[in-house]
């Protein structure tokens, strides 16, 4: 029986081909990796990530793909929301399972997925928290997402998304997708990128970079002074930091160097 997309999951399922073999060689699966993929919908990403991995995990909020997914070999369906899904204990369910297989251990796992546009950017705050047990990240988003993910400060796209995210990952866009390329079109473009978190990266507290980037960007328009300047200043803050910008001028380095000083 077909599937008829549901506007409610936000599905827009990926149907060209040529598009589908670039993304799966940006991603470069080898035999043996742990991988995820969030969101497999038809499963156009699914087929060839199996063929080359010989084994794969996804995770399915639809009732009916997920079970259409499970009667494939190879493939274990995790029927849920992905935002309750707990990566570290899959991590570390599928590194066991790695290790029996092959010998080989595997700590960390591969992350990709054709993310819903409606809740992509609660997937990646969510994926945040398990940045430690994650080799690496690819993500079809719209490209508007994908374009405030990567921007340079003092860009109309620098904001809050581009800090919390570049604490944590090194991020580049691999592919522009149009929206021809699926089925039904979005209203929107489409990109690809790729997320590899640092191998050493700030060690700070991430609620209190999540705060300190919340009240600089809450009226982006006006000088810190009149936003983070007070907040500072009810933490009594004594240390120095040029209030006189805008939250869009300040360098991540910044936000990260004033959250370790606090």
């Known amino acids: ?51 080359r991995l010989g084994h794969l995990t996804v995770i399915e909020l639809d009732r009916d793909l997920a079970a259409r997914l499970s009667s494939r070999p190879g493939l274990t369906v995790i029927q849920s929301d992905v935002l309750k899904v707990d990566f570290s204990e899959l991590a570390s369910s599928l590194g066991s399972a790695v290790r029996e297989a092959t010998s080989v251990g595997a700590s960390k796992v591969r992350v990709v997925g054709n993310l819903p546009y409606n809740i992509s950017t609660p997937i990646l705050f969510h994926l945040l928290d398990f940045v430690d047990v994650i080799q690496d990240q690819h993500f079809m988003l719209q490209k508007e997402v994908v374009d405030r993910m990567v921007a340079r400060p003092a860009t109309a796209e620098y904001g809050r998304l581009s800090v919390m995210l570049q604490w944590r990952y090194a991020m580049d866009m691999v592919l522009f997708v149009p929206p021809e390329s699926f089925n039904p079109p979005p209203r929107v473009d489409s990109a690809v990128v790729r997320m590899v978190p640092h191998s050493d990266p700030a060690s700070i507290d991430g609620k209190l970079l999540s705060e300190i980037v919340r009240v600089a960007f809450s009226q982006r328009r006006k000088l810190l002074r009149h936003t983070l300047g007070k907040w500072l200043q009810e933490k009594a803050y004594g240390g120095e930091f040029d209030v006189q910008r805008r939250a869009e001028e300040v360098p991540v380095a910044e936000y990260l160097a004033l959250a370790a000083s606090i």
């Not at 506007?7 to 043996?32: E, N, S, T, W």
Request: no cysteine; aromatic share 4%; net charge neutral.
């Open 1 to 51: 029986m077909k599937h008829i997309p549901r506007k409610r999951f936000g599905q827009h399922f990926l149907a060209d081909a040529g598009i589908v073999d670039a993304i799966v060689g940006a991603i470069d699966p080898r035999p043996g990796q742990a991988m995820v993929e969030i969101g497999p919908g038809l499963a156009a990403l699914t087929q060839p990530l199996l063929e």
